[in-house]
């Protein structure tokens, strides 16, 4: 799968389309400063603690140790909690764009395109990325992002008229588990860190949430036109996802090399449909529903 690197600043992304979970990022740093003005009082007031851990230990070596392997405890968890707030702010914004632009790229010919969907559009990074393909190819097509929220698609709206994309998006209200769209609709069908939230409220690892995941990949499939392309980028599923897609009879699966997001492993997924055929003597006709 090919590279596009995004010229963008990063100040910018942040400034169009703000952070989902902006909470996450203030709970890691909020923790990263307690533990690391622990672990100053730790290193100013070491011959207290010392004394304090000397109470409960009879030998000196162990309450020495002890001490100091609690203050070393508490700033190697400060240094981590600032890397996972910055590899999640990080994620959130310049990560995202950089991967809507590779899977923008991993559609090999973006003219032909009338048609194109996004699941789980949320900001409309990706949603935008491929507005900006069909304007800048001169296609006449439009891209329709897909949210659970309204709210979300009424704000997506607008950041895609601040990208000067507009008229090549429209936003709708759905269910991702069942699409409100027909068979055979969609020439591209793309999604960007959304399906693994897809049945969250049973658990991730759980085998009604791997059920729920696996109901929007097949109805990613079954709106994708014959021949058309899909390509997703998601968390941890990454592995169920391709299996999914083979048994599907997809074509061309491609999978990235890992790329860390939101301090877990992700990959980009793209594959095709394949051409339909007419159904002869002995042949069963797929059916892309789960």
């Not at 011959?47 to 070596?61: A, K, M, N, V, W």
Request: charged share 20%; glycine share 8%.
């Amino acid at each position: 799968m090919g590279k596009t690197n995004s010229s963008r600043d990063w100040t910018q992304i942040y400034a169009i389309y703000g952070m989902d979970q902006w909470q996450t990022l203030v709970f890691l740093l909020f923790h990263a400063v307690f533990f690391s003005l622990l672990s100053v009082l730790f290193l100013l007031y070491f011959e207290s603690i010392f004394h304090f851990f000397q109470t409960f230990l009879s030998s000196p070596g162990a309450a020495r140790f002890a001490a100091g392997f609690s203050g070393g405890v508490t700033a190697i968890s400060a240094v981590c909690l600032f890397f996972a707030a910055a590899n999640f702010f990080y994620s959130s914004g310049p990560l995202h764009y950089d991967m809507a632009q590779r899977m923008v790229g991993s559609v090999n010919d973006w003219s032909t395109v009338k048609l194109a969907l996004d699941i789980g559009c949320g900001r409309g990074i990706l949603l935008n990325a491929v507005a900006t393909q069909l304007k800048k190819t001169g296609s006449s097509g439009r891209v329709v992002g897909l949210d659970p929220s309204k709210r979300t698609t009424l704000s997506t709206l607008r950041t895609a008229n601040v990208e000067g994309v507009g008229e090549y998006v429209t936003c709708r209200e759905g269910d991702v588990r069942s699409l409100p769209f027909g068979d055979n609709y969609f020439d591209v069908v793309v999604s960007a860190v959304f399906v693994h939230t897809v049945g969250k409220e049973y658990g991730h690892r759980t085998v009604e949430a791997a059920a729920e995941r696996m109901r929007v990949l097949g109805e990613m499939v079954r709106v994708l036109k014959p021949g058309g392309v899909g390509v997703l980028w998601d968390l941890l599923h990454v592995p169920e996802y391709v299996r999914r897609l083979q048994e599907l009879k997809m074509e061309d699966i491609r999978v990235s090399e890992r790329v860390t997001a939101f301090m877990v492993s992700s990959h980009m997924v793209s594959f095709r449909k394949p051409s339909q055929h007419v159904v002869g003597p002995g042949e069963v006709r797929l059916d892309w529903r789960c």
